[in-house]
C-alpha cells in the first residue's frame, strides 16, 4: 500500500486552502487589550489573504462586523475572507482546531476533545467550535471525525510521511487524558493519525508556556531530514532543559536511519510582563501559508536573524514578521492562534 492510500497526518508546508483565526473579543481574557489584540489579528489576516483564504471565527453578528472592519482597515483582500459565528474562550485555534489527514488520498478533519491544557483554563465553547464549523456547512463536503478523547494541534509535529515529534509531558499528560496510558495513546494516534514512528522529546520546556511544553514552542520540522530547535544561552534558566532537549534531537533518526539536520534558532531575548513574569518568547512558533512564511517578532535586533534562517530553510516562500509581543503577554503565539485547512489532494 503506497503512502497516498494510507491514512497519515499532514505536514504544514503541504498545498493549504484556507486558516482560522478566532477572534479575541469582549467577553473573555483579552477585554482589557482588544483593541491592540484586534489590531494585530486583522495584520495577520490580512497577511494571509494575500495568499490564500482566512477562516474568522467570530463570536456573534456584532462580532463579525466589527472583525469586518478591521480587516478592512488593514486592507485585507475581501475576496479571500469567510466568517463563522461561534462563541470562544479564548484566540488559540491551533489547540482547538481540526487537526487534517489525508486519508486514501481524500482529506479528513479531525475534532478532538479540548479542555484547556489539562483543565487549566475553561474550554468549553472552544471545545464546541469545531460542531459550529462543520454546522455551518463552510467545510461542504470534507469528512470531519469526531472523537472522544484530547489532543491539541499545537502538540504535534509531523514530517508528513508518518512520523510524529512531540513531548511526552503533553501528550502523554494524565490530567488530559486520565484513560489512556501511553501505549493505548500510541495505538489511538496510529489509528486515527496513520503514525508510523514517534519521536518522544523527554525534555524541553520553556518559560511562560502553560501548555505543558508543546513541540510547536521547541522544534519543528521544515522538510523530513531538518529540524529547528529553539535554543537558549548557557547561563540561562531555560539552558539546562533546552540543552537536554538537543542531545535527544542529537539521537534521533529519519525514516531512512540518517541522523537530522539539525538548525538551532537565535535566541530571542528574555521577555517579561509588567509583574515580572518571563513570557514565552520563540521563533519556533512560525506559520507556513502556500508561499509564506509568518515569523514572530518580539522587537529585538535578533528577529531579522531568525527572518534569514527561516528564508534558509523555506527559500521559495517570502517570510513576514509579525509582533507577537501582545499575544506572548497570554502565553502563546503566532502558531498558536493560527490553524490551516489544508487542500484536498490534486490525483494525476
Not at 106 to 116: A, E, W
Not at 289 to 310: C, F, I, K
Not at 328 to 341: D, E, R, V
Amino acid at each position: 500500500m503506497t503512502l497516498e492510500n494510507k491514512i497519515r497526518l499532514v505536514a504544514e508546508w503541504e498545498p493549504q486552502s484556507a486558516t482560522q483565526l478566532t477572534w479575541p473579543h469582549d467577553g473573555a481574557d483579552w477585554a482589557d487589550h482588544l483593541e491592540p489584540a484586534c489590531a494585530g489579528f486583522a495584520q495577520i489576516g490580512a497577511t494571509i489573504s494575500q495568499d490564500q483564504r482566512v477562516l474568522n471565527v467570530c463570536r456573534d453578528p456584532a462580532h463579525q462586523r466589527q472583525v469586518v472592519e478591521w480587516l478592512q482597515a488593514a486592507h485585507a483582500d475581501p475576496d479571500k475572507l469567510d466568517y463563522v459565528l461561534a462563541d470562544s474562550d479564548d484566540i488559540w485555534a491551533r489547540d482547538h482546531g481540526l487537526i487534517n489527514t489525508f486519508d486514501k488520498g481524500q482529506l479528513l478533519l479531525h475534532d478532538f476533545q479540548f479542555d484547556g491544557w489539562g483543565g487549566k483554563y475553561p474550554a468549553a465553547k472552544d471545545n464546541a467550535i469545531n460542531r459550529r464549523l462543520e454546522q455551518s456547512g463552510i467545510f461542504h463536503h470534507t469528512p470531519i471525525q469526531h472523537h472522544a478523547w484530547v489532543l491539541e494541534g499545537g502538540a504535534v509535529e509531523t514530517d508528513g510521511q508518518g512520523t510524529l515529534l512531540a513531548t511526552c509531558s503533553s501528550v502523554l499528560d494524565p490530567q488530559r487524558n486520565p484513560d489512556l496510558n501511553p501505549g493505548e495513546m500510541e495505538q489511538l494516534l496510529q489509528e486515527t493519525l496513520g503514525v508510523r514512528r514517534f519521536l518522544w522529546l523527554a525534555h524541553g520546556a520553556l518559560s511562560g508556556d502553560d501548555t505543558d511544553s508543546h513541540i510547536d514552542m521547541l522544534v519543528r520540522f521544515t522538510d523530513p531530514q531538518t529540524l529547528l530547535y529553539h535554543m537558549a544561552p548557557d547561563g540561562d534558566d531555560d539552558h539546562a532543559v533546552l540543552a537536554a532537549m538537543r542531545d535527544e534531537l542529537k539521537c534521533f533518526r529519519t525514516a531512512a536511519g540518517r541522523p537530522y539536520q539539525l538548525i538551532e534558532l537565535p535566541f530571542p531575548g528574555i521577555h517579561r510582563d509588567s509583574a515580572g513574569r518571563r513570557l514565552p518568547a520563540s521563533y519556533a512558533n512560525y506559520v507556513l501559508t502556500n508561499h509564506l512564511v509568518l515569523l514572530p517578532g518580539y522587537g529585538v535586533m535578533q528577529d531579522e536573524q531568525a527572518r534569514e534562517v527561516l528564508m534558509h530553510c523555506f527559500p521559495t516562500r517570502q517570510v513576514i514578521l509579525i509582533d507577537c509581543r501582545l499575544f506572548i503577554q497570554q502565553n502563546g503565539g503566532l502558531h498558536c492562534l493560527t490553524m490551516p485547512i489544508h487542500a484536498q489532494p490534486v490525483h494525476n
